[in-house]
């Protein structure tokens, strides 16, 4: 079964805006982490935010993560087409294997 | 450049047959999970090995499917029999043995069972 539940499931912006999507979560967590994907590729791991921290930066990316809610979003500000990608949430629970989403795709009209 | 590599990277097969999926995780790490992603089911864990014993197979069709860690450097996937509903693509990730759990992945094997 899915641990994270993603929104919007796609999001299509202009070059520039900024695009934020959001995880939701059901059991308590250690981290959680985003991923992205493009087309054809495997996951490659963008930042992880650990239980006790609240908001993490890394360059365009910004994390949240409110645990009482279970949820976190992940911004990307300033976006470019290169972004185009589909981005996933992982929890990990202490359990030695990360619970994935469903993700959200992205796409950045140039 | 350390990178987890999977071989085949495509593979077509005729169902009934056998199929042999290869991993070699990043050196040094010592966790390796297997996933299937397919459109309808997204992203799903069907196997992962800590120190080459497998923890957790539980997200594998045991009938058809057997995941095994021969040496540290490589990790096997099989499916014997094939069938269409098993076309997707199959990735490897592999994970350092202490910290987060960060999962570096492989660029997947797709795979289509006619």
């Known amino acids: 079964s899915q641990q994270g539940e993603e929104d919007p499931q796609a999001l299509s912006i202009q070059e520039g805006e900024n695009a934020t999507m959001n995880c939701s979560y059901k059991?308590?967590?250690?981290?959680l982490q985003w991923y992205r994907q493009n087309s054809g590729r495997g996951l490659v791991h963008l930042i992880l935010i650990r239980s006790n921290e609240r908001e993490k930066h890394s360059g365009r990316l910004r994390v949240t993560l409110d645990t009482s809610k279970k949820s976190s979003s992940l911004l990307i500000t300033a976006s470019r087409a290169a972004d185009t990608a589909s981005y996933f949430c992982a929890t990990d629970s202490n359990t030695g294997k990360l619970i994935f989403g469903q993700g959200t795709t992205l796409q950045v009209k140039p | 450049d350390a990178r987890v590599t999977q071989t085949p990277r495509h593979k077509v097969t005729e169902m009934g047959q056998e199929v042999t999926m290869r991993c070699q995780p990043i050196?040094?790490?010592?966790?390796v999970f297997w996933y299937r992603q397919t459109m309808m089911q997204g992203l799903e864990l069907l196997a992962y090995f800590r120190n080459r014993a497998p923890l957790d197979d539980s997200g594998m069709p045991k009938d058809r499917f057997s995941a095994e860690m021969p040496d540290a450097t490589l990790a096997t996937l099989k499916i014997q029999p094939s069938e269409p509903r098993d076309s997707a693509v199959y990735f490897c990730a592999s994970g350092l043995p202490a910290g987060p759990n960060e999962q570096f992945f492989g660029p997947g094997t797709r795979l289509t069972v006619l």
């Open positions: 059991t308590s967590i250690n981290n």
């Open positions: 050196l040094g790490h010592n966790t």
